[in-house]
């Protein structure tokens, strides 16, 4: 979610789409949706989830182009934040259907299965797809904070700031859940041997 | 979690990030942009609406200041009401009208003779004018033999149906 020198910033982007300017809307969503796609679909497993947050989000802010705040934060961040939101609400919607760990049909793990197998790299995309599944089984508090600080790579300042709260729970919570990542691999290589 | 499990994990972590970047299917971009032209479309309906609605107010506050029955009058309805019924024998040149407040009136006015038959004064408009020597005599007014041929100047009382009920001079 990196700006260039030449380019808008995110903040002219929103200024412009508030103005109605659908073509700065545009590049602000096509600079974005990929990170948000993304981050919605690891906190998820879900395409169709992952999908629909996105739009969501971009919806919110179509709406609002101006409750951005660049002084408070980055773009990407404030785009977290929503995408953040609109995750656990779909989650919590979808609690009861959810069963990302065994099931066959999951897009996610299809996608990545597909590219993997085309390298060739069997035994690689079955660590990565066992490290995903793990990712995904991990509770929504401890996910986040992966997904966001290791997948996406955020600095725990501004992981704090997408999920609001302080740079040391950022700390202690990717601690622990690293080490539950370990624990739930451990248990798959054991099941292994 | 010893230091070679952690590495693992992490070197798993940044493959599992490495992926080729997903993408949101075109779908999502389409359905934004139609809803943001929509969007923008009821916006510029709205411009519009709050634009003639302003207009519309506009336009009802001076229709409703030039003909409301106020003490203030145009000077095209003065300049009208003043031709209406000049003074007897008077041609009315109206040079010029001033628009004065009722309150302002007081009885420095010479009636009329034929105003005492006229409905009671409710509004009132003072119509300035230049009114030959002649006519003055005409209305009462005693005028010295030095007064010249010239025009005089003098202010004409007008009541609210724009009939002349009182006129004094001016110079």
Redesign the interface.
């Given at each position: 979610m990196l700006e260039s020198p030449s380019q808008p910033s995110d903040g002219d982007l929103l200024r412009l789409t508030s103005a109605g300017d659908e073509k700065a809307f545009l590049d602000f969503y096509r600079r974005h949706q990929g990170a948000v796609f993304r981050f919605a679909l690891q906190m998820s497993g879900k395409a169709e989830i992952a999908e629909e947050v996105t739009q969501d989000v971009f919806m919110v802010v179509m709406s609002a182009p101006k409750q951005f705040d660049p002084r408070r934060g980055s773009a990407g961040a404030y785009l977290y934040g929503i995408a953040r939101n609109l995750v656990l609400r779909c989650l919590e919607r979808e609690k009861p259907y959810l069963t990302v760990l065994d099931d066959p049909d999951n897009e996610y793990s299809g996608r990545l299965a597909g590219e993997q197998d085309i390298a060739g790299e069997f035994v690689q995309t079955e660590r990565i797809e066992t490290l995903r599944k793990a990712v995904l089984a991990l509770p929504p508090g401890y996910r986040e904070v992966v997904v966001l600080c290791d997948l996406h790579e955020l600095d725990y300042a501004e992981a704090a700031g997408v999920l609001g709260c302080a740079i040391g729970t950022i700390r202690s919570r990717l601690h622990r859940a690293r080490a539950l990542l370990m624990e739930k691999l451990r248990a798959v290589e054991r099941c292994a041997v | 979690?010893n230091e070679h499990?952690?590495q693992q994990?992490?070197d798993?972590?940044?493959?599992?990030?490495a992926?080729?970047?997903?993408?949101?299917?075109p779908?999502?971009?389409q359905?934004?942009?139609a809803?943001?032209?929509a969007?923008?479309e009821r916006?510029r309906r709205t411009i519009w609406a709050s634009t003639a609605a302003g207009f519309l107010a506009a336009a009802a506050a001076i229709a409703v200041l030039f003909f409301a029955p106020v003490p203030w009058h145009r000077n095209t309805q003065a300049q009208q009401a003043a031709s209406e019924r000049p003074a007897p024998g008077a041609s009315v040149p109206a040079a010029q009208y001033a628009v004065v407040r009722t309150d302002e009136l007081a009885s420095s006015f010479y009636p009329l003779p034929e105003a005492d038959d006229l409905p009671p004064v409710e509004t009132t408009l003072v119509v300035r004018v230049q009114l030959p020597v002649s006519s003055l005599q005409l209305m009462g007014f005693s005028m010295g033999e030095d007064a010249g041929a010239e025009p005089v100047q003098a202010e004409v009382l007008l009541g609210q149906d724009g009939l002349a009920r009182g006129v004094r001079l001016i110079q």
């Amino acid at each position: 979610m990196l700006e260039s020198p030449s380019q808008p910033s995110d903040g002219d982007l929103l200024r412009l789409t508030s103005a109605g300017d659908e073509k700065a809307f545009l590049d602000f969503y096509r600079r974005h949706q990929g990170a948000v796609f993304r981050f919605a679909l690891q906190m998820s497993g879900k395409a169709e989830i992952a999908e629909e947050v996105t739009q969501d989000v971009f919806m919110v802010v179509m709406s609002a182009p101006k409750q951005f705040d660049p002084r408070r934060g980055s773009a990407g961040a404030y785009l977290y934040g929503i995408a953040r939101n609109l995750v656990l609400r779909c989650l919590e919607r979808e609690k009861p259907y959810l069963t990302v760990l065994d099931d066959p049909d999951n897009e996610y793990s299809g996608r990545l299965a597909g590219e993997q197998d085309i390298a060739g790299e069997f035994v690689q995309t079955e660590r990565i797809e066992t490290l995903r599944k793990a990712v995904l089984a991990l509770p929504p508090g401890y996910r986040e904070v992966v997904v966001l600080c290791d997948l996406h790579e955020l600095d725990y300042a501004e992981a704090a700031g997408v999920l609001g709260c302080a740079i040391g729970t950022i700390r202690s919570r990717l601690h622990r859940a690293r080490a539950l990542l370990m624990e739930k691999l451990r248990a798959v290589e054991r099941c292994a041997v | 979690m010893n230091e070679h499990e952690q590495q693992q994990l992490m070197d798993g972590l940044r493959a599992l990030a490495a992926l080729e970047p997903l993408q949101a299917s075109p779908r999502v971009e389409q359905t934004l942009r139609a809803t943001f032209r929509a969007r923008a479309e009821r916006r510029r309906r709205t411009i519009w609406a709050s634009t003639a609605a302003g207009f519309l107010a506009a336009a009802a506050a001076i229709a409703v200041l030039f003909f409301a029955p106020v003490p203030w009058h145009r000077n095209t309805q003065a300049q009208q009401a003043a031709s209406e019924r000049p003074a007897p024998g008077a041609s009315v040149p109206a040079a010029q009208y001033a628009v004065v407040r009722t309150d302002e009136l007081a009885s420095s006015f010479y009636p009329l003779p034929e105003a005492d038959d006229l409905p009671p004064v409710e509004t009132t408009l003072v119509v300035r004018v230049q009114l030959p020597v002649s006519s003055l005599q005409l209305m009462g007014f005693s005028m010295g033999e030095d007064a010249g041929a010239e025009p005089v100047q003098a202010e004409v009382l007008l009541g609210q149906d724009g009939l002349a009920r009182g006129v004094r001079l001016i110079q």
